[in-house]
């Protein structure tokens, strides 16, 4: 199995529907990302946890939420999809401050029409 | 803050050349540096990480990168291209203690690497 599993892989849907993508991960790791890659601007972070009861907002999380059912998943909300929500998102995890890098899930491309 | 900036989108290189990834980052805080490399429709797989060690580093699959404070720069390099190497890299950097970002990865846009026969 995947250090870090997302699901699901590949997601359409319209314009307004809520939307949840899910993050779960096996290396015990306390920290959690959420990031959305997008052509020509990289990763952008969108929310990150600490712990359990850290969460924080990154650069780019209107339009998002994000919860925290556990040390091992990381979920993220889309409340009311629009079509510029359209990206590629990854969830990571880390086991430090940073200094060992991420390891990163397979990712999920939703597409909002 | 902390920022990263790869020069050149797309780089092309023949089968055997030299391949030149170029990254300068900003930092308030000496940083920790990365670089990853994604396969299509894969995730980002870590090629080799700078924490304040030995300034030159070497990573998976022949790559190194060399830390250059006065240049604020962390070029990734590998001798001889192969078309195995066709992927997007990313150069990435997180501040140490003390900085206002301890703890997050700041990527930059992506070097698209094609590999010629």
């Known amino acids: 199995d995947a250090d870090v599993t997302q699901t699901p892989r590949n997601r359409i849907t319209k314009t307004g529907k809520r939307i949840m993508l899910e993050c779960s991960q096996t290396k015990g790791h306390d920290r959690m990302y959420w990031y959305r890659q997008d052509p020509g601007l990289g990763l952008r972070l969108i929310y990150y946890?600490?712990?359990?009861?850290?969460?924080n907002k990154g650069e780019i999380s209107d339009g998002y939420s994000v919860s925290r059912q556990a040390q091992a998943k990381f979920s993220l909300s889309l409340e009311s999809a629009i079509p510029n929500q359209t990206a590629l998102y990854f969830c990571a995890t880390s086991g430090d401050r940073g200094t060992s890098g991420y390891t990163f899930g397979s990712g999920t491309r939703l597409t909002v029409v | 803050a902390q920022s990263v900036t790869q020069l050149g989108s797309h780089v092309s290189v023949s089968e055997g050349a030299l391949v030149l990834l170029r990254c300068n980052y900003s930092?308030?805080?000496?940083?920790?540096l990365f670089w990853y490399v994604q396969y299509p429709n894969q995730g980002l797989q870590l090629l080799l990480k700078?924490?304040?060690?030995?300034?030159l580093v070497k990573g998976i699959n022949g790559f190194e990168a060399e830390f250059k404070k006065s240049e604020t720069s962390f070029h990734l390099t590998k001798p001889s291209a192969h078309m195995s190497d066709a992927a997007e890299y990313f150069c990435a950097v997180s501040e140490g203690a003390g900085g206002t970002s301890y703890g997050k990865l700041t990527f930059g846009q992506g070097t698209i690497l094609t590999v010629h026969p």
């Open positions: 700078y924490t304040s060690a030995a300034t």
């Open positions: 946890s600490f712990d359990v009861k850290d969460i």
């Open positions: 930092s308030s805080v000496p940083p920790y």
